[in-house]
Each structure stands twice: as C-alpha cells, then as structure tokens.
C-alpha cells in the first residue's frame, strides 16, 4: 500500500467525538416552521442574455427574513419549439465572499439539460444586502455576526434562504419538482448539505469541498471562513465554549442522519481550507447512498473530468 492510499484508508476510518446540542431537533423544527409561514414574495422578471440560447430571469426572493435575495433563474433554449417537458433544476450556492456570478458561467449546466437557480448568499459579494441585527461587535466577515446566540446566527439565516431557495425552484411552471438537485463548492457545498438535510425538496445532493463539517476541528485548524470566528474567539476569549456550541447547530456532523437522498462529495487531500478530516468526519457519517471523489494532490479547488463525473453520477442515479 502505498502513502496516498494509505492516507485515503485512514480518512475513511476517522471519526468525531463531538456532542450534538440536546435541543438540536427542537431548535430546527422551530426555525423551519417559522420559514414556512413567511411569504417567499419573489420576483421573476426577463433579462437580457449574451446568448440566445439561454432563457434568463432575474428573482429576487425573500427566506429567513426581509432581506431581498437575488438569484439568477435559467433555462436553456437550444431549439425555437419549448421543451414540451419539465427540466430538472440545478440550485447553485457560492463559497464564500462570492456570489451568483453571471448567468453565463452556468452553461455547463444548461448544455446537459438542465435549469439552474443560481443564488447570492445573503451579504456578500454579490447584490444581496443582510437586514440580520447585529447584536455583538464582530471579527471581520460574516459569520460571527450571532455567533453567542443559534437564533440570531448568521449560519440560521443563510440555513434558511438556502431552504426557501430550492423551494422557489421547485415550484417553477418549468421545472419537475422532483428533480431538484442542490450544489455548491466550499461555503455552497456547506449549504448543499444543509439544505439536503433540512428540505424534503432535494432529490440529490452535490457537494464540493464542503464546509460545515466538523467545526470544532475547523476552528482550531482550518485556514478559511472559520479563521473569522478563531479571531473572535481570541479576542473574547471567555466566549469559546458559547462559540462552540452555536456552531454545533449547523454543524453537519449533527444533521447528516437527517440526509435522505444521494450525495456526491469531493475532497482535496492538500485543501488547509476545508481539511480532508472535516469532509470525512461528515461522510462517514452519511447512512445514503453516497460517493466521494478524492483529489490526493489538490488543495481547495476541484479539477479534470468533475463536472463530466457529477453528471455521469446524476444520470446514474436516475436510471
């Protein structure tokens, strides 16, 4: 056996010792019954393309509170008569500091058949603003913002626009509800997960790199986005157990028992982003039907044939 493989064989048995919060079922039956009974009070307006083979509409939608979030919604129009059936739709999360890019960028999608629900993650990098109360200094970023209080932390705010996002898909006149899939690298693999967990919508799950995972761990290891909260966390350093135990809320190690269709992950043995023991402490833990592609040589990205795999995955999936 060689390095890799035995690197490979030591992930795939490694384990987390963490304790979920005992109030954590409690907490998400909350949160998610108070998402359904706000009005989602979406926009679906045409926009101009550089293509004219893409159907392209602006949405803007509102999840866990007041705040606009906008979203790309895409179609493709490869030929002048509609498709007379409904398409299964691909809801796209960014990583962090990003946002739902240019509907151009999702063509890889659209040329295999499939819509697209692109979407900002409240806050940053893209047109969505945060209407959050900030009701704690902060670290720089986003994610400390509530991170003494699960009910007011930014992750139960992302949680729930990502939730209400697959749910606006679902119920496009184009779309087949029963084919909805969620999607995303780093922070948006973070949020495929979490959604697959927390929605009954999804039929399949991708996740990339994925964040989320193995927080505990991440804090004290991790070069990313939780580098926000380790700075918190040094400057107030009276509050890590609290900080710990907000993060256990969101915390996938937590919620994978949750999962109920397939998943497909990708880990990058060299990622200091989101470490190759996060992602396998989570998948491990995923009792689904699952598959996970091994990058022993990259760092936080994905490469070479990954986007011919997923979809070669997809179709596997649905015969």
């Known amino acids: 056996m060689n390095h890799i493989h035995k690197r490979i064989r030591e992930l795939e048995g490694f384990t987390a010792q963490t304790e979920a919060p005992g109030d954590l079922d409690a907490f998400w039956q909350e949160t998610l019954e108070a998402a359904s009974g ?10 101009e393309s550089l293509s004219p083979y893409i159907k392209t509409y602006k949405v803007v939608y509102e999840g866990y509170d007041d705040t606009p979030l906008h979203g790309w919604f895409l179609l493709p129009a490869f030929t002048a008569q509609p498709r007379p059936d409904r398409l299964p739709c691909v809801v796209l999360y960014h990583g962090y500091t990003g946002s739902k890019g240019y509907p151009e960028q999702h063509a890889p999608w659209l040329l295999q058949g499939f819509a697209v629900f692109a979407v900002d993650v409240r806050g940053q990098g893209g047109d969505s603003g945060n209407l959050l109360p900030q009701t704690h200094g902060m670290s720089s970023g986003w ?16 949680a729930v626009d990502a939730v209400r996002a697959v749910e606006w ?34 039929a399949l799950v991708l996740a990339d ?28 350093p009276e509050h890590l157990d609290q900080v710990l135990h ?24 060299k990622d200091t982003v989101c470490l190759p023991e996060t992602v396998y402490a989570v998948y491990n833990r995923i009792t689904v039907p699952k598959d996970i ?8 990205h994905t490469s070479g044939d990954h986007f011919r795999l997923q979809v070669e995955w997809i179709r596997k999936q649905w015969g």
């Open 246 to 269: 907000t993060l256990g809320y969101f915390d996938l190690l937590h919620l994978s028992a949750r999962l109920h269709s397939p998943v497909f992950v990708s880990v990058g043995l």
């Open 38 to 47: 706000r009005p989602l009070n979406a926009r679906r307006e045409e926009a």
């Open 209 to 236: 790199l994925p964040n989320l995972c193995h927080m505990d761990y991440g804090i004290l290891n991790s070069t990313g986005s939780l580098t926000e909260a380790a700075k918190f966390v040094s400057r107030h």
């Open 293 to 300: 592609h091994v990058f022993p040589f990259n760092g936080h």
């Open 169 to 202: 898909a679902a119920a496009q006149p184009e779309v087949d509800g029963q084919r909805v899939i969620t999607a995303g690298t780093s922070q948006g693999g973070g949020l495929s997960l979490l959604t697959g967990a927390l929605s009954p919508i999804p």
């Open 143 to 158: 994610i400390t913002q509530g991170l003494l209080d699960p009910r007011q932390s930014y992750y139960r705010a992302a």
